[in-house]
């Protein structure tokens, strides 16, 4: 009999079954956890991503440890070399007293760049070549008719790269076109 009821009753708003009469707040509902869903799969990307970016830092920083760690002692190491090489060039190949001695200290400068470069330590030693900023130190300027200006003339100090990266720069003397040449064709126009 209810059934004969319900069915006699016209359909009215406030006839309407609760669950019915919520259909519009529902789909508001739906809506707004559908929002919420879509920021929160949002905001897990981005901590996955971060996580991703923290974790390739840590590597990149761990690699750069193990590659220069021997920086600091290398560069300790460096006036040792400069002070044999000073000692050879300044020694004489034709003296017999000191023969044995400088033996010695070819020996050693030898075992000592052996080591250096067993570690990817590399001198750069750039005579007669372009002078290059990032790797050399200009010490002075010196006019030459015999090199392209702003080539390397001397090199007072060699300079030493760890994995590709400078330690310290060569300290060099550059060449400059002399003041008393006239310009040429090219420069005049």
């Known amino acids: 009999m209810a059934d004969e009821q319900n069915l006699d009753t016209p359909v009215t708003d406030e006839n309407l079954a609760p669950e019915a009469a919520a259909g519009g707040d529902l789909a508001a509902r739906v809506q707004a956890l559908e929002e919420q869903l879509a920021a929160a799969q949002?905001?897990?990307?981005?901590?996955?991503?971060?996580?991703?970016?923290?974790?390739?830092?840590?590597?990149?920083d761990v690699e750069k440890a193990h590659k220069f760690a021997l920086e600091k002692f290398a560069n300790d190491l460096l006036?040792?070399?400069?002070?044999?090489?000073?000692?050879?060039?300044?020694?004489?190949?034709?003296?017999?007293?000191?023969?044995?001695v400088r033996e010695g200290m070819e020996l050693t400068l030898k075992l000592l760049l052996d080591t250096l470069k067993r570690y990817q330590i590399e001198a750069v030693d750039p005579h007669g070549q372009p002078f290059n900023p990032e790797h050399h130190q200009?010490?002075?300027?010196?006019?030459?008719?015999?090199?392209?200006?702003?080539?390397?003339?001397?090199?007072?100090?060699?300079g030493y790269l760890l994995n590709g990266r400078l330690m310290r720069p060569a300290m060099v003397v550059v060449s400059k076109a002399p003041a008393n040449v006239p310009p040429s064709i090219d420069e005049q126009a």
């Open 42 to 60: 949002d905001q897990s990307l981005r901590v996955a991503a971060d996580l991703q970016n923290v974790r390739r830092r840590a590597e990149q």
């Open 79 to 100: 006036p040792v070399v400069d002070s044999l090489e000073r000692g050879l060039e300044l020694s004489s190949n034709s003296d017999e007293s000191i023969k044995a």
């Open 138 to 158: 200009a010490m002075a300027m010196e006019e030459s008719t015999h090199v392209e200006p702003n080539s390397v003339l001397k090199v007072f100090q060699k």
